[in-house]
Nanobody, 115 residues
């Protein structure tokens, strides 16, 4: 059974930093599409950053240059380093992996950026 558990969210002032972690169990990371999404209150869930099946990294334009995604295959963990945070980054952040025909999600971790 595939499970994803996010951690690292919290309350931070604008300009601050946070590092999110996502521990994945039930599958290896290499060779699969895995990434981070976020959902602000009243908005649809949006993609933030991710690894393709070939391990290519891409970012949403809104976070490019501020967020960095990385992973530790040995620990089956994906990270999202978030710097220069803005109030508009406030959202619940989700880790997700796409296996075969199924997309799995974690429970999410709240990130709140205050002025």
């Amino acid at each position: 059974q595939v499970q994803l558990v996010e951690s690292g969210g919290g309350l931070v002032q604008a300009g601050g930093s946070l590092r999110l972690s996502c521990v994945v169990s039930g599958t290896r990371l290499a060779g699969y599409n895995i990434g981070w999404y976020r959902q602000a209150a009243g908005n649809e869930r949006e993609w933030v950053a991710g690894f393709s099946t070939a391990a290519a990294i891409t970012y949403a334009d809104s976070v490019k240059g501020r967020f960095t995604i990385s992973r530790d295959n040995a620990k089956n963990t994906v990270f999202l380093e978030m710097n220069n945070l803005k109030p508009e980054d406030t959202a619940v952040y989700y880790c997700s992996v796409f296996l075969m025909t199924v997309r799995y999600w974690g429970q999410g971790t709240q990130v709140t950026v205050s002025l």
